[in-house]
């Protein structure tokens, strides 16, 4: 079930894989510090995936600016992670949500990713943005099928 507007977004600690080595990474860290960009994607090394990473990451200044922390959040191994980042020279912090369960905590999971392909995959995150307060709260939602 999607949140909504004013909910309490569901706490998480999931695993990024870095150039500094493996953290963990709890969203709940934030609260009483700062707003959180939470961007779901459907898969590392994807043309539009990748086009969306960097962009984003070109711009992350400006949320810093803003004290607001950003997360991309995929399927995807820490290490697929890892390695995608480097190649493509994105510095968003990618969080592993390996086992697809805050994919599916935030209603961002698709039952059949691109069924018309006949790949047999299932929860992988639709590209979705949620921003969530310093207080823990969803402020805003968007999701795409694509």
Not at 5 to 33: C, R, W, Y
Not at 89 to 106: F, G, M, Q, R
Request: hydrophobic share 35%.
């Amino acid at each position: 079930m999607p949140l909504t507007v004013g909910t309490k977004a569901p706490d998480f600690t999931l695993s990024a894989k870095t150039a500094d080595g493996p953290k963990q990474i709890k969203l709940s860290d934030n609260f009483g510090k700062k707003n959180t960009l939470l961007l779901f994607f459907p898969m590392a090394f994807t043309g539009t995936c990748t086009t969306e990473m960097c962009e984003v990451s070109a711009g992350l200044n400006a949320y810093t600016d803003l004290n607001a922390a950003v997360y991309g959040i995929s399927g995807d191994n820490p290490f697929a992670q890892e390695a995608w980042a480097q190649k493509e020279k994105i510095t968003v912090p990618l969080l592993s949500d390996y086992e697809h369960k805050v994919a599916k905590n935030y209603g961002v999971m698709y039952d059949s990713f691109l069924p018309q392909m006949n790949l047999g995959m299932s929860g992988v995150p639709k590209r979705s943005a949620f921003i969530v307060d310093h207080e823990g709260h969803e402020e805003h939602e968007g999701s795409s099928r694509f």
